[in-house]
């Protein structure tokens, strides 16, 4: 079955700290893969996109994912934390002909001072 | 700037009274998405638009209506609004259908039923 899981439905760190958000996937197809930020009631916002080519993605807010076939993961990351980075992060796959995105359940990102 | 627009951002109704809510768009896009979204929860597609062509999800429950008068708006129609329908619903757009298509949202009207 098409699908996207994220590990760890809750994530703490210090700011200034790494940032790894984790991302997994199965697909029969070659994925189109998104990771989307959410802040309290707002909608979701684009942070990066791995389409086809380069498997290192810059996005948005210093953010970057690997796309790595082999472990069919789509990590996002960021070196340093920064309170306003506080928010619920979402892995989305398209995963299979003209079906809409498939989102995994998110993670919420929490910056400790 | 082009945009997701969702009017209005707080929506309050009552127990069974039929509710609209309502989304533009300035991006020109041939998809319109409608999600519905709990706490702690990822998004839940409800249905979609494909130009006029309208998709529903097997599980969206019948209470739940879309209409997409023309490119720019779509709307939401919840027709007996229960206390489970307290949800955050989104909308959000794409430039084509397929998989390769990243998914433009709007803020979102947070519905409570009283």
């Known amino acids: 079955a098409q699908s996207v899981t994220q590990l760890g439905s809750h994530v703490s760190v210090s700011e200034g700290a790494l940032v790894l958000l984790r991302c997994n996937y199965s697909s029969s197809v070659p994925p189109y893969l998104f990771w989307y930020v959410q802040y309290p009631n707002q909608g979701l916002q684009l942070l990066l996109k791995?389409?086809?080519?380069?498997?290192l993605v810059k996005g948005i807010n210093g953010f970057e994912a690997e796309f790595k076939k082999s472990e069919t993961s789509f990590h996002l990351t960021k070196p340093s934390a920064h309170m306003s980075d506080a928010a619920e992060y979402f892995c989305?796959?398209?995963?299979?002909?003209?079906?809409?995105?498939?989102f995994g359940k998110g993670t919420r990102l929490s910056v400790i001072a | 700037d082009a945009m997701v627009i969702q009017n209005p951002r707080y929506q309050v109704t009552q127990f069974g009274k039929p509710v609209t809510l309502s989304c533009s768009q300035t991006?020109?896009?041939?998809?319109m998405y409608w999600y519905q979204q709990k706490s702690s929860q990822a998004p839940k597609l409800l249905f979609h638009y494909y130009d006029k062509d309208f998709n529903n999800e097997a599980d969206t429950p019948d209470n739940f209506q879309s209409r997409r008068p023309n490119t720019s708006f779509c709307f939401l129609d919840i027709r007996s609004p229960g206390l489970g329908d307290a949800a955050m619903y989104l909308c959000?757009?794409?430039?084509?259908?397929?998989?390769?298509?990243?998914?433009?949202f709007g803020d979102g009207t947070r519905l409570s039923i009283l």
């Open positions: 989305a796959g398209g995963l299979s002909g003209n079906t809409p995105l498939v």
């Open positions: 991006l020109n896009h041939n998809v």
């Open positions: 791995y389409t086809t080519g380069a498997t």
């Open positions: 959000a757009t794409s430039r084509e259908r397929g998989r390769n298509q990243p998914q433009h």
